[in-house]
């Protein structure tokens, strides 16, 4: 008799039923987190810029504490005075943006007759302000649509401003809260954690509190220095609003890099353009781009040494990066975030000798110019005592 062979095993094996369901409870849970985490996209970014907030105004608060002041009052006083700011610098913006829609009401006709000229003759188009002002009477029939379209609009003006007052008013609150009671949250984190990880939060704190406090209080020095040379400037130029312009190019050019001085510029240059003349934009021009030398050279290195130093591109990087994610919070907030992850990191990198390659070695500088026969015939006068011979 021949030995029979043993069946082959059909049955499954026991540990991809297990496998399966691992899989399909990590995707559940992965899904749930990122609907989660997309509902709750407001309240995260509320509690980004609320922690960044402290992160900022906590030295000054530290510094008032240590002179006597209660914790609470010196954090609401911050906080009040930081609002009372933003406030008069809003308000100080609403004048001059009724006066330039005024004048550009005022000049608008005669910039049509002027235009009017050109499109006639080269589109046969007619933009004159006669033939406008005949076409608006032939639109009555669509009044009553058009004023509920703009009633909806307002009616969403106002809800967005209502939205911005309650997200601020929130951020105001959980940053009072992040800083009055600072010590005693970083009391309860470090208690659920273990004794190695309670130091590098502590020491990621502290990281974050230098790094967010030296940026805003060197860019608001220099926005002051700023500011107030633009002040003097604008002054002497008869333009007029010097004080909101001053001030809109202090804060734009230091709180938004890279970029943020030709930002800031545009506005004042228009302004002096249209008030005071093409002389007088000039000089503004002019001065804009000296006082950005002498800050690049001068003023931003002895600031900003020992504060926070990131190269330009990977500020310019991490910008973008921070617009793309949180929009323009997350632009505002990309910098401090940047330098306080570069600085935390810097903790943990070991760094190696370098290989020397051509690849990481500098040029040489290029060789002087030759002299030119002027250049040497005034160097020989300098040498002779009597001057040239001839």
């Known amino acids: 008799m021949s030995e029979q062979q043993p069946a082959a095993s059909s049955q499954m094996p026991e540990w991809i039923p297990r496998l399966l369901v691992y899989v399909l409870l990590t995707a559940g849970a992965g899904i749930a987190i990122y609907n989660s985490i997309r509902a709750l996209r407001g309240l995260i970014t509320i509690l980004l810029v609320a922690l ?17 002041w209660r914790r609470g009052v010196a954090t609401f006083t911050i906080l009040a005075g930081l609002a009372v700011l933003s406030i008069a610098f809003v308000a100080s913006f609403i004048p001059l943006f009724l006066a330039q829609l005024r004048s550009l009401v005022d000049a608008l006709p005669g910039w049509l ?10 589109f046969g188009i007619d933009v004159s302000t006669a033939n406008i002002q005949e076409r608006l009477r032939t639109f009555d029939a669509s009044l009553a649509s058009y004023a509920r379209n703009v009633a909806g609009n307002v009616f969403g003006i106002v809800t967005g401003v209502l939205s911005l007052v309650f997200e601020l008013l929130t951020i105001g609150l959980f940053s009072f809260f992040m800083i009055a009671e600072g010590p005693r949250l970083r009391h309860a984190v470090c208690s659920i954690l273990p004794p190695r990880r309670q130091e590098e939060v502590l020491r990621a704190w502290e990281i974050g509190i230098e790094k967010t406090g030296g940026y805003v209080y060197s860019r608001l ?15 002497a130029l008869g333009v007029p609003f010097p004080f909101a312009l001053a001030l809109w ?12 001085t030709y930002i800031a510029a545009v506005v004042p240059l228009v302004v002096t353009l249209f008030e005071r003349g093409t002389v007088a934009a000039i000089v503004v021009l002019v001065y804009i781009l000296i ?7 001068l003023l931003s290195p002895r600031v900003t040494a020992h504060t ?4 330009p591109a990977v500020a310019f990087g991490s910008v973008i990066a921070g617009a793309s994610l949180f929009g323009a919070t997350g632009a505002f907030l990309a910098l401090p975030a940047t330098a306080t992850l570069q600085s935390a990191l810097s903790v943990y990198v070991r760094r190696h000798e370098v290989v020397e390659s051509e690849l990481t070695e500098e040029p040489p500088p290029p060789p002087p110019k030759k002299e030119g026969w002027a250049i040497r015939l005034a160097n020989r006068a300098r040498r002779t005592p009597n001057g040239p011979t001839t």
């Open 221 to 235: 020095l220099l926005a002051a220095v700023s500011g107030a040379t633009a002040f003097i400037v604008f002054v």
């Open 291 to 297: 006082y950005q030398q002498i800050e690049n050279y």
């Open 52 to 68: 960044f907030v402290s992160f900022a105004l906590e030295p000054a608060v530290n510094w008032l504490a240590s002179h006597g």
């Open 249 to 260: 190019i202090g804060l734009v050019s230091q709180f938004i890099p890279t970029v943020g």
């Open 113 to 122: 007759n002027q235009l009017n000229v050109y499109t006639q003759r080269w």
């Open 308 to 311: 926070m130093e990131l190269h």
